[in-house]
Structure formats: C-alpha cells, structure tokens
C-alpha cells in the first residue's frame, strides 16, 4: 500500500514523514500489474496465485478483490505496527515465504517493480537476498514452457529495448507491466467474496536487524525559476520568440 | 474501499432474468408484438447486433446468453426512447434492459478502460473522475454566497441540495452550482450540502450493469443522510434524481425529491419579479433522457426560459418525447472511446448539428452531463463560435442581475 497521490501530499509534523491524517493508502499500481500477470500465468498454465499482503489500513479489501479476481487465497502478515521501509517489508514476507518454498508450493514470486515510495524498486531484490532465489526487474512478461522449472520472462531497458531471459525457477519477479491491463471485477463479486471467502493470517516475525537507513529530512521540491509568458498579438509574439531563438544561438 | 455487505436494491425487487416472466412487470414482455418500433427509436439500433426487440424476441426463445455474450447492451445508452415508444408500453429501460445490462457486465471479457477507471474511481472516491472527496465542495469558496456545509453545520435544514459529481468537480459543472447556489439565496432558501461527505448516486453505476457498485453508494450515501434532518433533498444530477425518485425508496430512503430546474420551476411565481437583467438570447433546450422520457417534465425548464426577460425560445425537431439523447447515459459518457473504437457516430455530435440548425445561440441543458457533452461536440464540428452551452440555472442566474 502507498499514499495515494489524489490527495495532496504534506510533510508531517516530525519534519521526516508523510502526513497521514487525510491518506487513505491505495494499493500500488505495480502490485495490481504483479497481480494480473500472476492470474494470467494462472490462466495458461494452470496452478494457484496466493496474494500477500503485510497488515495496513484497508488492507482487506485489497484482499477480498485479489480473491474476488481469481487469486486462491490471501494471506495477511499481521502485527505490522508502524509503515515498514523496504527493507522491513522484505524482513517480514521472507520467513512466510520461506515456509511455503519449503513446502515446494511457489514457483515464482511476484511483486511491483517499484512503488511510488520505493522508486528504487528494493522489495524485490531484498526478497531474493533473503530466500536465496534469483531476481529479474522491469518484467513486461512471462512465459511458462513444457519445462515447468524455467521461465522466459520479459524486460524492457530505455529507448524501447526489450530482452528475453531464461530464469530458473522459483524466482522472484518485479513486475513493471502485466501483459494486460489488470482485469476490473465488479463490486457484487468482492461483495460475494467477502461472505464467502477467507483471509488468512500469519503474524509478523520479529524484526532480525534494525533498518540500516534513516530519513533525515522531508521536504516540499522547492521552486526553482519559471516559465516566462510572451504577450502580446501572434506577430509581436512570433517576433520575441525568434528574437529569444537568436539570442541563445539557435537561429 | 468502505465496501459493505447488505444487499438490498436487485433482492427488493426480486426480479433476475431467470424469473423475469414470473413477475408482473415482465411478464408483460412476454405480451411484445414485435413490431420493432423500440429498435427503430433506438439512437444505436443500427449498430446493435441485438436492439430492443430482438433482445426480447431472445429472451421469449431461451437464447439470452447470446445477446448477453454480444456488446448489444454495452452499446444501450439508456435513453429510455425504445420504453417511451412501445405501444405496448413495456417495461424495456427500468425493468428488462437492467438486469440484461447486469448480466452482460458480468460476461464482458474486458471492461473497456475508460468504463472500468470510472467505475474503480467511483468505488474508490465516490466521483467518476477520481477527484480527491475533500474537494468536493471546493466550488463553493467562489460562489459569491454562503452554501452551509451540513457536516460543519448540522443544524436542520428545509432544501438539502445532493450536488452530484460531475456539478460538483467537472469546472462547468461548478459554474451550475454556483448559478444554483445564488438562486436559491435569491429565492431565501434555506439550503445546505453534505460537501465531503457525499458520494455519487451511482445511477449511471447501475445503468452501465454494476450493480454492485451502485447499492455499495447508495448504503454510503443513505447513512450519510441519515445523520441529518431535511425536508426536501434537491439534486442538480438528472440521473441523481432518477436514481432518489426510483431506487433509493427501496432502500428505505423517504424525502421529496426534486431537481434544480423542477424544483424553481415550481416557484417560478417568487422567481419572475427577480429576473430583472433582460438577455437577449435564442435559446433551444435540450430534453434530458431521465428528466423527460423518464419522469415525464417537459414543460418545466421552458416555463422557466419563458419567464427570462428577452430569451426567444426556440425548438429543435426532435424535442420532448422525440429528443435526440446526449450518449452519456447507462455508462456511455465513458464510453466515447470504445463506441468511436467501433466506428459509431457520437449521440452529441447528431444532437449538436440540430441545435446549430436551429439558429439558436444558446442550447440549454438540465443535466450536468449535457455540459461537457455538447460543448465537446460544438468545439469537434467547428460550431464553438456559433453556439454556447448553459445549463438552465445558469442562464436564470444570469438573469437575476446584480
């Protein structure tokens, strides 16, 4: 879950962190892409998409909508008392995770690739370091072949290069685009699912290590200068703009 | 999210497409003798693989699922001209076309894109258009009057004004509300709005099929207005009004309701003596869906134009029952996209040429849809210069001088 950016985002009274008083976290738009393409690979190849999710406000329709659109369980990491960094949120997903990869039931883990409070795109990697598995980020796709223990999978660099990567499997994947839009599944449904369906919760690990990074400092970007506004009739304003060109050189 | 889990509206009314024959109203369908009248008033009948008619004709031989497979129904706009037409007078656009609506949206491979962040957005902040509820009074600093906030100010109230979305955020939308606020501060109303705390009526929700959607809003906004005291709630959404009039009462709700422009039509005697500013103004109104074919108020937004000193009144040939719908019902006014995507011709568009051709300056509309609709349309086909669009109550503020 990250702030969601229709309300305006204010520095808290710490000086170090988000005002939460008006936020309502909405679930990151790269987790809805991991999600639909989890389903996707669900559709073609068959197997069961398991959503997790670490405990926070609103959290559970989340949930019930994962369920409602085709994931087979949910699962909700409970105990979670402050936001966690990146970090943290790996320190708390490993061990659950750990315990279904012991139990031979993942195949792959799928995760957004970055989030609006984690441009860095960390969760991912951090999650590979901890369970031991190899990790590819800003995947657009996924292909599961004959040979169930490997993976093609998609990623895009800049200036529209793709590559194509064989990956063993499990691994964990950050997911920057599903090959579809996530899917929208109608409200009766999540309303259905919400009596029906079942969450199911594991409580949080204590954290191993405390976080190795602090925020100092939050503040507002600061103005820098502005866009100068030409008035005047076309032709006045046609006449400042070349003489601005020449005088920079570029005519 | 604040998703809930009574159910109320569709097991109210108990009717499914199942047992659609079991009930009064459809088993009257089974009465159709179609003679296609519905099909030929549709505005998309053409491009429909299955109009009106042959959705019943479908439904009597036990092959519903291929209409519902179809995008027939994503294609309804909900103009409620094939129900006002039947000679039969069969329940087509509040009883068969909402439960088919329904059902199709629940098969519907892909939600088309523009439909679905309308729709998640709705769910998510109570407007379609994804605008942040704390804002959604923001209109009201710049009325010129003061407009009470009931959750600021919940002393009892006579008019509670339900201001809907798109009056609410979209920037002529606030110019509607606030002409509407300075009216009824002309009139000496005593009115107030929930602000914040109000959430989209869903009626377009419900229309477009997600049913879901709509009895999770109207759970939403009942609790909301039960928490204060009202004699009459008045909306300046026309689908607004039709969802309080037809819909909400099942879900218990038990106000008067009024829209803005039958609610000053009927106090047109205080309002004449304050029209003082004399606008010298062609005007042709457009008939919306929900307001004429579906309530039946026709006459009520022209007395009101007939009463605005210097506005020459003029009528387009489709007019009243025969009015040309906007597009923008039953989900269309996000669906531009998708019915361009699949060649169809753009429901304002058509109605803005007959506009045009009627010399009028003004085309003036009671539905905040309408606003945005046509002023699209007029700028598209290059008669931006020719015609403005107003909303009824924006031309009677207007005319209220200063």
């Known amino acids: 879950m990250v702030p969601d950016i229709v309300e305006e985002l204010e520095v808290g009274p710490d000086g170090k962190s988000l005002d939460l008083e008006f936020q309502r976290p909405i679930v990151s738009e790269r987790d809805e892409h991991a999600l639909e393409q989890a389903l996707l690979l669900k559709e073609r190849c068959g197997g069961s998409v398991t959503t997790?999710?670490?405990?926070?406000?609103?959290?559970?329709?989340?949930?019930?909508?994962a369920l409602a659109k085709g994931s087979d369980r949910a699962v909700k990491v409970a105990g979670v008392e402050t936001p966690p960094t990146t970090a943290e949120a790996a320190a708390l997903l490993a061990p659950v995770l750990r315990g279904l990869l012991d139990q031979k039931q993942v195949d792959l883990i799928v995760t957004g690739c970055s989030a609006i409070d984690d441009l860095d795109g960390l969760l991912g990697p951090f999650l590979a370091e901890r369970l031991g598995l190899p990790y590819l980020g800003i995947v657009t796709g996924v292909v599961v072949g004959a040979d169930s223990g490997r993976a093609t999978v998609l990623k895009e660099y800049a200036g529209g290069v793709h590559a194509e990567y064989g990956i063993a499997l499990p691994a964990v994947l950050g997911v920057q685009a599903a090959e579809k839009p996530p899917r929208y599944v109608p409200v009766a449904k999540v309303r259905a699912v919400m009596k029906s369906g079942k969450i199911e919760t594991v409580s949080a690990a204590a954290p191993d290590q405390a976080s190795l990074l602090q925020v100092v400092r939050m503040t507002k970007p600061e103005a820098a200068g502005h866009a100068e506004m030409i008035e005047g009739s076309p032709e006045e304003i046609a006449s400042k703009v070349t003489d601005i060109l020449s005088a920079r050189g570029l005519l | 999210m604040a998703l809930t889990t009574t159910e109320h509206a569709d097991s109210a009314a108990g009717i499914t497409l199942e047992n659609i024959f079991e009930s009064p109203r459809g088993r009257d369908l089974?009465?159709?003798?179609?003679?296609?009248?519905?099909?030929?008033?549709?505005?998309?009948?053409?491009?429909?693989?299955?109009?009106?008619?042959?959705?019943?004709?479908?439904?009597?031989?036990?092959?519903?699922?291929?209409?519902?497979?179809?995008?027939?129904?994503?294609?309804?706009?909900?103009?409620?001209?094939?129900?006002?037409?039947?000679?039969?007078?069969?329940?087509?656009?509040?009883?068969?076309?909402?439960?088919?609506?329904?059902?199709?949206?629940?098969?519907?491979?892909?939600?088309?894109?523009?439909?679905?962040?309308?729709?998640?957005?709705?769910?998510?902040?109570?407007?379609?258009?994804?605008?942040?509820?704390?804002?959604?009074?923001?209109?009201?600093?710049?009325?010129?009057?003061?407009?009470?906030?009931?959750?600021?100010?919940?002393?009892?109230?006579d008019v509670l004004w339900f201001v809907e979305c798109y009056t609410a955020f979209h920037p002529r939308g606030q110019d509607n509300c606030r002409a509407t606020a300075r009216v009824l501060k002309a009139l000496g109303i005593d009115f107030a709005i929930l602000g914040p705390e109000e959430k989209c009526a869903g009626e377009c929700a419900r229309m477009a099929g997600e049913t879901g959607l709509f009895e999770t809003l109207t759970d939403q906004n009942l609790k909301v207005l039960g928490k204060y005291q009202f004699n009459r709630l008045v909306t300046s959404g026309a689908h607004a009004y039709d969802a309080f009039v037809h819909e909400y009462p099942r879900a218990g709700f038990d106000h008067p309701v009024e829209h803005t422009t039958t609610y000053f039509a009927g106090r047109l005697e205080a309002l004449k003596p304050l029209l003082t500013k004399k606008l010298n103004y062609t005007v042709t109104y457009h008939d919306s869906c929900v307001l004429g074919r579906h309530n039946g108020f026709y006459e009520e937004p022209r007395h009101l134009l007939k009463a605005i000193p210097g506005v020459k009144l003029v009528e387009m040939p489709h007019n009243r029952?025969?009015?040309?719908?906007?597009?923008?019902?039953?989900?269309?006014?996000?669906?531009?996209?998708?019915?361009?995507?699949?060649?169809?011709?753009?429901?304002?568009?058509?109605?803005?040429?007959?506009?045009?051709?009627?010399?009028?300056?003004?085309?003036?509309?009671?539905?905040?849809?309408?606003v945005s609709r046509f002023e699209d349309s007029l700028k598209v086909l290059g008669y931006d210069k020719k015609m403005v669009v107003r909303d009824v109550v924006e031309i009677l503020a207007e005319a209220l001088g200063d």
């Open chain 1, 52 to 65: 997790m999710a670490l405990e926070s406000a609103d959290v559970d329709d989340v949930l019930f909508t």
């Open chain 2, 30 to 157: 089974q009465t159709c003798i179609q003679c296609g009248i519905c099909a030929g008033t549709c505005p998309y009948g053409e491009v429909m693989d299955y109009p009106p008619r042959r959705i019943i004709g479908m439904l009597r031989a036990g092959m519903i699922e291929e209409v519902l497979a179809s995008d027939s129904l994503l294609r309804c706009v909900t103009c409620y001209a094939c129900m006002a037409k039947c000679p039969r007078g069969l329940r087509l656009t509040d009883v068969l076309l909402p439960l088919a609506k329904e059902q199709a949206f629940i098969r519907l491979p892909e939600v088309p894109a523009e439909l679905q962040k309308a729709l998640a957005n709705t769910l998510r902040y109570g407007n379609p258009m994804g605008e942040s509820p704390r804002k959604r009074a923001a209109w009201a600093a710049a009325a010129g009057v003061p407009v009470r906030v009931l959750s600021q100010d919940p002393r009892p109230v």
């Open chain 2, 321 to 370: 029952i025969n009015s040309i719908c906007c597009g923008g019902g039953g989900g269309g006014m996000w669906l531009d996209t998708y019915y361009k995507a699949k060649g169809m011709e753009r429901l304002a568009d058509r109605r803005v040429r007959e506009a045009v051709a009627t010399g009028a300056d003004v085309l003036a509309v009671s539905c905040p849809y309408e």
